[in-house]
């Protein structure tokens, strides 16, 4: 499996940006999904997690604006921003973890929210 991830860009505080995250390989439909940041200076941080079942899981600081979602027909899971804030600003990473433990890290996207 490998993940490439894509969408990230410079925005405007308050505006939205989606991150995609799009696997190869097999297994996609039965694998969990999570996407992490990692702003300048700081250690790498979760974000939110979408299980095989579909539950969902956020950091208290995005729950509310950010949306994690995965489409099997298309072997991609995304990570729709909105209302984005300065301190969002970070390299996001998307994280695969295979049902029997694989663990595969895609390379990241960077976010910027600057005015």
């Known amino acids: 499996v490998q993940l490439q991830a894509s969408g990230g860009g410079l925005v405007r505080p308050g505006g939205s940006l989606r991150l995609s995250c799009a696997a190869s390989g097999r297994y996609f439909s039965s694998a969990g999904f999570g996407w992490f940041r990692q702003a300048p200076g700081k250690e790498l941080e979760f974000v939110a997690r979408?299980?095989?079942?579909?539950?969902?899981e956020y950091v208290d600081s995005v729950e509310g604006r950010f949306t994690i979602s995965r489409d099997n027909a298309k072997n991609t899971v995304y990570l729709q921003m909105n209302s984005l804030k300065p301190e969002d600003t970070a390299i996001y990473y998307c994280?695969?973890?295979?049902?029997?433990?694989?663990?595969?890290w895609g390379q990241g996207t960077l976010v910027t929210v600057s005015s």
């Open positions: 979408i299980s095989r079942g579909n539950s969902r």
């Open positions: 994280k695969y973890t295979a049902h029997w433990g694989q663990i595969i």
